[in-house]
């Protein structure tokens, strides 16, 4: 019995185990969060969407959406998983093999990416379809009709 009174002491571990109106505010709080996140990656995307590919503007600007992505995933992993409440260790457990999983997409990325080009360079059969020219289309608004040439008359047997 003394055990459930201190729990509702607060002596759990988490900061508002029983306090709803303060629960729905760090809910509140935490949606807000995210939400201007993830519009200010928005801004970002569209507004570098009109420069130069390979511009450093625009690689930076990646960047920045990249270091945002992650900032939010791992926000995300904090509150949804439950994990800012807890212990180090366990946040340890569940945050590595995340940060793991996070390289080896872009590891995987990176070496398809690679493959892709060391493809086109060596084997010149092998051409993407983007790089081949479009054929060209007859016009159809004017049909013309084809009329079959006239036989010349045979000369009648006897």
Do not use: C
Not at 102 to 120: M, P, Q, T
């Amino acid at each position: 019995m003394a055990d459930l009174h201190e729990l509702e002491n607060g002596g759990h571990t988490h900061a508002h185990a029983f306090d709803s109106k303060a629960v729905r505010k760090e809910i509140w709080k935490v949606t807000i969060y995210l939400t201007i996140l993830t519009i200010v990656e928005l801004i970002l995307g569209f507004v570098m969407m009109g420069w130069e590919e390979e511009s450093f503007k625009r690689h930076f600007v990646k960047g920045i959406i990249l270091i945002l992505m992650f900032w939010k995933a791992f926000y995300i992993i904090g509150y949804f998983m439950h994990l800012r409440h807890e212990v180090r260790n366990m946040i340890l457990v569940i945050g590595l093999p995340a940060t793991f999983f996070i390289w080896f997409i872009i590891a995987f990325l990176a070496d398809g990416s690679s493959y892709k080009h060391l493809r086109e360079k060596y084997d010149p059969y092998k051409t993407e379809l983007y790089q081949l020219p479009m054929p060209k289309h007859e016009e159809q608004g004017e049909k013309k009709e084809i009329k079959p040439e006239e036989k010349p008359a045979q000369p009648q047997q006897q």
